[in-house]
C-alpha cells in the first residue's frame, strides 16, 4: 500500500458502532494514524476505498461504490484495502488490498467508453456492492447477489486504464468493446484464453489499439 495525502480511512471499533474518519496528511509507504476507539474495544478494521460501509461486525462488513458496474479507470477510484487488528497495543496495522485489475492503454482520442464482457458470464461486478470477511486478518471478497458480467468504463482520450474486479477466473475468456460518444462500436478485442485474477495483482494487457 502507498498512500496520498488526503487519502481517507473509515474505521470502526465496535460491532454496528460509529464509523469515523481519518485523513492522510502526508504521502508515503507508511502513515501515522492515530484512531478513536473505545475503553472497552478489543479490535479495529480500517478500510480504505468504498463510499460507505454498512452491516459491519469483527468479522465482516459490507462495502458500497466497490467495483461498479461502471468505473472512471483509475487506479485510485477503484483500489480497496483493508486491515483489522485484534492487539490493540500494537502500533502496527498493515493493510490488505482486496480487489484485482485488468490494466490496459489506447493512443486513440475517439474512444468515449469500453465494456469488459466476460465470454462466459462469470460475474465481474456486484453493482458497487462487495461482502467482506476475514481469514484471521486477511480480508477476503465476495459479491453479493445483484451481479453482472460486463462493466463499462470511461475514457478521457489517450491514457492507460484500469478495470477493478475480484479475484475470479474467466474460463471462457473476455472482450473489450470500444465506443465512441455516439455510441458507436469501434472495434473489440477478445482473448479467447482462461483469465485468472488474483488478489491484489494487475493482469497488464498493454496497448489495445492493434488488437480491435
Not at 482486496?98 to 460475474?123: G, M, N, Q
Request: hydrophobic share 35%.
Amino acid at each position: 500500500v502507498s498512500w496520498d495525502k488526503y487519502d481517507q480511512i473509515k474505521y470502526y471499533s465496535a460491532d454496528g458502532g460509529k464509523i469515523l474518519k481519518h485523513t492522510i496528511e502526508e504521502a508515503g509507504n507508511e502513515a501515522l494514524m492515530p484512531l478513536t476507539v473505545g475503553s472497552d474495544a478489543s479490535y479495529v478494521v480500517a478500510v480504505y476505498g468504498a463510499s460507505s460501509i454498512s452491516h459491519h461486525t469483527k468479522d465482516a462488513l459490507r462495502l458500497y461504490g466497490a467495483v461498479n458496474s461502471t468505473q472512471d479507470g483509475t487506479f485510485t477510484g477503484g483500489h480497496i484495502a483493508i486491515a483489522r487488528s485484534e492487539d490493540l497495543d500494537n502500533p502496527s496495522l498493515p493493510f490488505n488490498n482486496v480487489v484485482s485489475f485488468i490494466s490496459f492503454s489506447t493512443k486513440r482520442h475517439d474512444i468515449s467508453y469500453v465494456i469488459l464482457t466476460s465470454a462466459d458470464e462469470t460475474p465481474i461486478h456486484g453493482n458497487g456492492s462487495v461482502e467482506i470477511v476475514f481469514n484471521e486478518d486477511t480480508p477476503a471478497a465476495s459479491f453479493g447477489s445483484d451481479t453482472g458480467a460486463a462493466i463499462k468504463v470511461n475514457l478521457l482520450g489517450e491514457g492507460t486504464y484500469y478495470i477493478t474486479t475480484l479475484p475470479v477466473k474467466l474460463n471462457g475468456g473476455f472482450s473489450i468493446s470500444c465506443y465512441d460518444s455516439s455510441d458507436k462500436l469501434i472495434g473489440r478485442a477478445t482473448g479467447k484464453n482462461p483469465l485468472i485474477l488474483n488478489r491484489s495483482c494487475i493482469i497488464r494487457l498493454g496497448n489495445i489499439d492493434g488488437r480491435l
